[in-house]
């Protein structure tokens, strides 16, 4: 039949759940001549929920060597909840032959599913991935579950000095962004001896709206030996809406 029919056929179909429907789309996403019944097929495997549709999604990622229809079928695994899928996408992230691209969005989609065993996961994945894209996007998929342990584990990153400093300049960005507590933050300044670093906290400050990093600005901006630093930090308070600023800045212009 028509194109136009086909890609109808194949939602049609994907609303009959019976154990024909994943065999039906399959030989449409193996078969079908249009790039687009193909892709759609892809989809609408994601809504059937059975443990048969993840490994078929699963095999289509693993086997396909079409990127559309790979993209698609990470897509489709990230939509469907079962553990099957969870692991698909654990597996294809720890697959060193796989294309970077593709083990990018298996990581960001990993994060879409907040749980502790995911988030494990990443962590521990992080140190056994030599990308840095890769390592990028671990941070940031963990900086979109907020937990306790994530927001040590970035911390920890951005302390560490082995590490890559925009790998770190990141890991600190997001931590502050995912609600580190701001006397972690604070604490941290002293502790870092690289003045990037330095810099980067100073800008993490502005972002928040505790008093404890508007005040941990006027301490920058009125005593730190860095200069730059001064200047970065009394910038970021004219940007703040804090009433104590205003004052801060009239007696430091005022001091002798």
Not at 47 to 66: E, F, H, I, P, Y
């Amino acid at each position: 039949c028509s194109v136009g029919l086909r890609r109808k056929a194949v939602f049609l179909v994907s609303q009959k759940q019976g154990p024909e429907t994943e065999t039906i789309l399959l030989d449409a996403v193996r078969n079908d001549p249009d790039a687009e019944v193909r892709e759609q097929a892809v989809f609408w495997l994601s809504q059937v929920d059975s443990d048969r549709t993840a490994v078929l999604l699963d095999s289509l990622l693993r086997s396909s060597t079409d990127r559309q229809i790979q993209e698609k079928a990470l897509f489709a695994l990230s939509q469907h909840r079962s553990a099957r899928a969870g692991e698909a996408l654990r597996n294809y992230v720890q697959r060193a032959d796989a294309p970077v691209e593709l083990r990018e969005q298996a990581i960001f989609w990993l994060g879409q599913r907040r749980s502790e065993e995911t988030a494990a996961f990443l962590r521990d994945m992080y140190g056994r991935l030599t990308e840095r894209e890769l390592r990028e996007k671990v941070i940031f998929s963990l900086s979109q579950q907020r937990s306790a342990d994530n927001t040590r584990w970035l911390l920890d990153r951005a302390r560490d000095p082995a590490e890559d400093l925009e790998l770190r300049k990141q890991a600190l960005f997001w931590a502050g962004q995912g609600g580190a507590p701001i006397a972690d933050l604070v604490a941290i300044y002293d502790q870092m001896p690289d003045r990037e670093m330095r810099e980067q906290l100073v800008f993490v400050y502005s972002q928040r709206k505790e008093s404890a990093a508007i005040d941990k600005l006027f301490a920058i901006a009125r005593s730190d030996p860095d200069r730059e630093l001064r200047a970065k930090a009394i910038f970021w308070l004219g940007q703040s809406k804090d009433p104590r600023v205003v004052q801060f800045l009239s007696d430091l212009i005022n001091e002798p």
